[in-house]
């Protein structure tokens, strides 16, 4: 599974940006990519990267970091292969190089099969 993260930039406090994560080819096993749980990761500079979202297979489970509720959602759209992150309300403090993951079995933190490039979102003050 190839993931393809995009959407970043600059955008002041308050503002809003959707991230988009695309999702192409097979695993090993044959499976396609719609039946991964997929997840939002974020790294700030001098930061550890840290779970941000994640919605499963579906589309009906999701879950958030507790920095992030109210103000971001996750979405699928598994027909476009494609994992979206609505991020409204930013703050400086959301600036970071956001990761998008997909994993076959596991949830929240540890989503980690696989992982896309990350796209920077600068959110100024």
């Known amino acids: 599974v190839q993931l393809q993260a995009s959407g970043g930039g600059l955008v002041q406090a308050g503002g809003s940006l959707r991230l988009s994560c695309a999702a192409s080819?097979?695993?090993?096993?044959?499976?396609?990519?719609?039946?991964?749980?997929m997840g939002w990761f974020r790294q700030a500079p001098g930061k550890e990267r840290e779970f941000v979202a994640c919605?499963?297979?579906?589309?009906?489970?999701?879950d958030y970091a507790d920095s992030v509720k109210g103000r971001f959602t996750i979405s699928r759209d598994n027909a476009k292969n494609t994992v979206y992150l609505q991020m409204n309300s930013l703050k400086p403090e959301d600036t970071a190089v956001y990761y998008c993951?997909?994993?076959?079995?596991?949830?929240?933190?540890?989503?980690?099969?696989?992982w896309g490039q990350g796209t920077l979102v600068t959110v100024s003050s």
């Open positions: 993951a997909a994993d076959s079995t596991a949830w929240g933190t540890n989503i980690d099969n696989y």
């Open positions: 080819g097979r695993t090993f096993s044959g499976f396609t990519s719609t039946i991964y749980n």
């Open positions: 919605i499963s297979w579906g589309g009906s489970r999701r």
